[in-house]
């Protein structure tokens, strides 16, 4: 989720450097206090402030480098380099390395997704008034114990790091996937679930989103299969109580969430729990950022709370969160090609959604900028039905693969709404 400015010129590759461990006592969390069974389901934190690395690993230019030497933590799957100021952005290379906890065998230096500005949200919501924090995009790395990171300035003239450069480490807890039998026993819990419904409960479900008759959306898609939230384990005391809502969902932007391809399917709700942690807990938002969420075996999972059918104000878009949906693939998809299932559940997610708001797949809405570094706060934008995140804000999201889709996307997603 690359953002394009005059000022990047790409990401050097940094030899790697072989550091004993500073530490093999596990870094505390916000609190000092051990975590409790309850907190242990829930997930946690860890915030591990950045400091100048030593001499030797100062960049050629002199520019100065921040980091963390090796050190073992508590356990951890995803991580993610976060800053003062969401207003501040990081020109600058930021790597990682992680331990696999049972394995013990370190992983290759790992980019993380810097210029992560372009997922907030918009100018002059009430979101947007909260203290946020600029982030790098959060990769998934599964189950590890121990990390190392730096963090590399950009450029000949290596533009200053942005203040309160930390390295958080997100455990995203355990989902409540077992129930009581009441026998002494416990069995796997099936994940809550909106099952998929046929045309007549989809159009009696459009009617009602649209407060008129069925007969006013003669074009929805059935309404496909989706896990709720409470399906993939959110903790709803973590968000912000309370919904924000818009007049109507004109687009789909679709976007991959730039944090790695090495998840299986099993995992996703964990990733996105993850997700959800550091876009409330590290970017400081009020909830997940994105309405919905596909894994690469095409599930689709409710994103940000308050109602899969109705008009949900997202953080997902930088200046175009109002009237629309923000789709997001649990992956990243520069270079690898996004699996057919994943591509199928956007198409037939997009046909549903867009058709309860009378929006064709094929079509084109128009939408007014909040802001943004692509357009001008006020001016009209006119979008594809389905559109790719770079296409209201300078960014390679939702990877090159992926937007190269669009165009199937968009066909598919209208045969499903039964339109020629």
Request: glycine residues 12%.
């Amino acid at each position: 989720m690359r953002s394009f400015h005059a000022s990047s010129i790409g990401v050097a590759a940094v030899a790697a450097l072989a550091l004993p461990l500073a530490a093999t006592t596990p870094v505390a969390a916000s609190s000092s206090a051990p975590p409790s069974a309850a907190a242990e389901l829930a997930g946690s934190t860890q915030s591990l402030p950045l400091d100048p690395l030593p001499g030797a690993d100062r960049a050629a230019d002199g520019a100065s480098q921040e980091g963390l030497a090796q050190r073992e933590v508590r356990p951890f799957s995803l991580v993610g380099v976060v800053w003062d100021n969401a207003d501040d952005e990081l020109h600058a290379s930021a790597q990682v390395r992680t331990r696999g906890r049972g394995a013990g065998t370190w992983s290759d230096w790992q980019d993380l997704d810097t210029n992560n500005h372009d997922h907030a949200a918009d100018p002059g919501t009430p979101e947007a008034a909260r203290p946020l924090h600029g982030s790098t995009a959060p990769l998934w790395v599964g189950d590890s114990d121990a990390v190392e990171a730096r963090v590399r300035p950009e450029g000949a003239d290596g533009e200053p790091l942005p203040k309160g450069l930390r390295l958080d480490l997100v455990d995203p807890g355990a989902a409540p996937a077992e129930e009581d039998t009441g026998e002494g026993t416990r069995e796997l819990r099936a994940p809550d679930v909106l099952p998929a419904l046929d045309e007549a409960a989809t159009r009696a479900e459009a009617a009602e989103a649209a407060g008129t008759t069925a007969q006013a959306r003669p074009y929805v898609g059935k309404r496909p299969r989706i896990i709720t939230r409470k399906g993939w384990g959110a903790d709803e005391g973590m968000r912000e109580s309370g919904f924000l809502y818009t007049k109507s969902v004109k687009v789909a932007f679709v976007h991959h969430t730039g944090s790695g391809n090495g998840y299986t399917c099993a995992q996703a709700p964990s990733v996105l729990r993850s997700i959800y942690r550091y876009h409330v807990k590290s970017n400081g938002w009020r909830d997940i950022g994105y309405n919905f969420a596909v894994d690469k075996c095409g599930k689709i999972y409710e994103g940000r709370a308050g109602g899969v059918a109705k008009a949900v104000m997202g953080a997902h878009t930088l200046g175009f969160n109002t009237n629309s949906v923000g789709i997001a693939l649990l992956g990243t998809y520069n270079d690898t090609n996004p699996p057919a299932a994943a591509l199928k559940a956007i198409e037939q997610l997009s046909a549903w959604k867009l058709g309860l708001y009378g929006a064709n797949p094929k079509g084109k809405s128009t939408l007014v900028s909040a802001g943004g570094n692509r357009y001008k706060k006020g001016r009209s934008v006119k979008f594809n039905a389905i559109a790719g995140h770079r296409d209201g804000f300078a960014t390679d999201c939702p990877g090159t693969r992926l937007y190269g889709r669009l165009g199937t996307i968009r066909a598919a997603a209208a045969r499903y709404q039964g339109r020629r």
